[in-house]
């Protein structure tokens, strides 16, 4: 199961990266420049181990990327101020009542990417908590 979702993630990180240049607000989220990155780096690791890592590695990929993704996300509802974003191109969003700056201007993260964080976090612990390494028959 972990490999499924690393390879499914890792395609939607990627489609998400690419896409955010041209809408960075798709689906009222915030995509910079530095939130694309990530994503686009977030997804080629998530299909390296989705498709040519250890079932094992892909389980524990899955592990660390649900806990981060989904502690990224309460970071965000327990940090975020009611706030506009101040990263250019983005100021017309308005004002989003949980704004978290990461880094004011270049990496901001509101209600909408804060809820799919957390759902992405989700996925991946999923995957991990439904794979059993032993045996290593399945892939």
Do not use: W
């Amino acid at each position: 199961m972990a490999k499924k979702i690393c390879t499914l993630v890792g395609v939607v990180f990627l489609l998400v990266g690419i896409a955010g240049f041209v809408m960075p607000t798709f689906l009222n989220t915030h995509l910079s420049l530095a939130h694309n990155l990530v994503h686009i780096i977030s997804g080629v690791l998530a299909l390296y181990f989705g498709l040519a890592g250890t079932l094992a590695g892909a389980r524990m990929f899955s592990l660390i990327f649900g806990i981060v993704y989904g502690l990224l996300g309460i970071a965000g509802f327990l940090l975020g101020k009611s706030a506009a974003s101040t990263i250019p191109g983005m100021e017309g969003m308005g004002i989003d009542s949980n704004l978290f700056q990461v880094i004011p201007g270049v990496l901001e993260l509101g209600m909408m990417d804060h809820v799919v964080h957390i759902l992405i976090g989700v996925l991946f612990l999923i995957g991990a908590l439904a794979t059993k390494t032993e045996g290593a028959a399945r892939t």
